[in-house]
């Protein structure tokens, strides 16, 4: 599987010890006249001095971001969450959602009639994500500021695919979930966990930067934040 | 100057994309004669400018964040060995395997054999600047293994035949009619055709770029990026991106490949909270990117079981080894620059000649090929400092353009045959040697009234001199020198 890795270069300067040995010299013989750099100044707002929002206004700022970024929005409580979810899926005309394991509180083992849930386990291979309407999530945090979710495959989100074939992504966030910045946020996560940062729906601006919604990733993102 | 950099292998010739075929002013003349090119330009330039300058004021500690972007990339390139070795035990022990690269050739040959190890003969891709420097769809192609660009922008370009020519919007030179000619022309040759009835709507030239490529992504086997981060301290890779095709090479197949410079990393996990603010809104304006992805070697039961990571020098290190120039390698490709520059937005982005075009490339493609191969680079700009005002990383190019000057006139002087310029310098210093040399050359200098003609300017000079007023005019000498008004006196 090291293909290449420890083969000699076809050109110049082959040193015995590999591409890896070679490259760490050059390094070394590039950066050896010069004084250690100065410390990095965070004089910048870390999560430890957040913007000062809190409570209602921060959700505010994160339903004003979204929106401005072409997601979907409802508000609801935690009390009123599954109620919600059912007027989200009618309304979009989801026959048949994938749902990620967790998401789903209790007593809502089962939606409306005409909605069917199609849990993760056996894994769904992509063609059977491809031909489904939808998915539901939860998210592990919520920016407000940029107004950006977060998944990092805990409980209530899934694999990363799930959240990318369907072609609708309805994600449930709740109030304690949501921070300020992205200093915030990033305290918050564990890099050894596969993340996906999203902020609004799939888009490009490739053509004559005409914004158009919807390229690969979901065409509709639609956000429960749940007070 | 130049023998300090000597040892330091460039990245070599005859392999990638970072010389041009023609010198700049030579591209760049071209250019200036394509109006839709222009018009296209301006239009796409002036768009992102206003976008990007809304949301940074939006940033009340943009200035801290911006220091702290520079001064966090430095300690990286000062440390760079150390956080190499670490990026490699982090990657390594959580399942990923690294290559190294000393330039082109050698990542090239790496990746062709993982392709092939992996029993692939296609492959998808994700934008990424570090596969276009190296050719690596060329080298594929070699090897017969056919490898899909899935970013729109990337799609147009390969599908046109043609090469990129904005690092954040690659097709930036096509109007949506020239679009849907290359989408309705090619797409039938090499997997879904386009509609017939396709329009030259941006959302219908898109949605049949979806359908397209969504039956290759859900077929690939093998898929190829590049990285925005890496970092030193967990393993993490992150990608930033706007349209899902990213997620979906990082998601879906069974191996991914990702080439990336050497330069990219961070030190800590913390550091991101300063780069994923600087960038996307320094690149296209928004707040946030809509896709981050970020892994850490294999993820079991969720993504790629299988993950290689190629760390590419192919002329970072000569770079590295310039105390004045190396602080280029800070660069996060997020093309701010381009987009304010006056050069750039006249000329577009193949007069450059390199993947890396505008001002950053003006400095970076000259350092990682070696001044001599890309001579014109560095003159290719007027120093008006509106790059470096932009810079998420305080990078300053202006200052960067003038010392890369001096290299490619150092590097001249080795020649045997003296340079025009180097013959006008040489007799301007034996006649400005002696007051009495100095007067009659003034005195002559007044027979260059002749020349001026009824637009009283000298706009024709004979060679070797024409190189100067090819571009510009030149002043008439004066009737009197000033010398010889005090004389008078």
Known sequence: MRAGADETSGGYGEAPGGAKEEILARIRTATGDGPAPPPVARDYRTAEQPAGLDGEALLELLVDRLVDYRALVRRSTTAMVAATVVAALTERGVRRVAVADGILPQGLDRLEPGIELVGDDPPLTPAQLDGLDGVLTGCAVAIAETGTIVLDAGPGQGRRVLSLVPDYHLVVVTAAQVVGGVPQAVARLDPTRPQTWISGPSATSDIELDRVEGVHGPRTLEVIVCS | ?489
């Open chain 2, 1 to 489: 100057m130049s023998q300090v950099f000597l040892g330091m292998p460039t990245a070599p010739p005859g392999v990638g994309h970072l010389r041009g075929r023609r010198p700049f002013p030579e591209a760049a003349r071209t250019a200036l004669g394509d109006a839709q090119l222009r018009r296209n330009l301006a239009k796409a330039t002036g768009t992102i400018r206003a976008k990007r300058a809304a949301v940074v004021g939006e940033v009340p500690d943009w200035a801290e964040l911006r220091t702290a972007g520079a001064a966090i990339k430095d300690q990286v390139l000062a440390g760079l060995d150390g956080y190499l070795v670490q990026l490699e035990e982090q990657v390594t022990a959580r399942g990923g395997v690294v290559h190294w690269a000393r330039d082109a050739t050698e990542a090239n040959r790496i990746v062709t054999g993982l392709v092939r190890a992996a029993g692939a003969d296609e492959v998808v891709k994700v934008k990424s600047m570090a596969t276009q420097e190296i050719g690596l769809n060329e080298a594929l192609a070699a090897a017969g293994i056919a490898a899909w660009e899935t970013d729109l922008a990337e799609l147009i370009v390969q599908l046109g035949h043609d090469s990129p020519s904005h690092i954040l919007v690659p097709a930036i030179h096509r109007n949506r009619a020239e679009i849907r000619e290359i989408f309705l022309r090619e797409m039938g040759k090499v997997g879904l055709p386009a509609p017939a009835d396709l329009t030259d709507q941006p959302r219908a030239l898109a949605e049949a770029a979806r359908l397209h490529l969504r039956r290759k992504f859900l077929e690939a086997g093998v898929a190829i990026s590049g990285a925005n981060f890496a970092v030193a301290e967990t393993g993490t890779l992150a990608v930033v991106e706007s349209e899902g095709n990213g997620r979906m090479c990082l998601t879906l197949p069974r191996t991914l490949i990702t080439v990336m410079g050497i330069e990219k990393l961070v030190p800590t996990w913390r550091d991101l909270e300063v780069f994923l603010q600087l960038l996307p809104r320094s690149s296209t304006g928004e707040r946030m990117n809509p896709y981050t992805s970020m892994w850490t070697g294999v993820h079991e039961g969720d993504g790629p079981s299988e993950f290689h990571l190629v760390l590419l020098d192919n002329g970072r290190t000569a770079t590295l080894a310039d105390p004045q120039g190396r602080a280029a390698l800070r660069c996060i490709r997020c093309s701010a620059c381009l987009n304010v520059c006056p050069v750039y937005e006249r000329t577009g982005g193949h007069a450059y000649g390199s993947v890396y075009p505008g001002p950053i490339g003006a400095v970076l493609s000259p350092q990682l090929t070696g001044v001599e191969d890309n001579a014109s680079l560095p003159y290719a700009s007027t120093l008006c400092g509106a790059c470096y005002d932009v810079c998420p990383v305080a990078i300053d190019i202006p200052q960067m353009l003038v010392h890369l000057r001096s290299r490619v006139v150092d590097a001249k002087r080795d020649h045997k045959l003296p340079t025009p310029e180097q013959a006008v310098m040489a007799a301007a210093a034996y006649a400005m040697d002696s007051p009495a040399r100095w007067t009659a050359a003034l005195r002559a200098a007044r027979l260059g009234r002749l020349l001026g003609g009824r637009r009283r300017k000298l706009t024709n000079l004979p060679p070797p001199l024409s190189a100067w007023t090819g571009t510009r005019d030149a002043p008439l000498p004066p009737r009197q020198s000033f010398r010889d008004w005090w004389a008078k006196r």
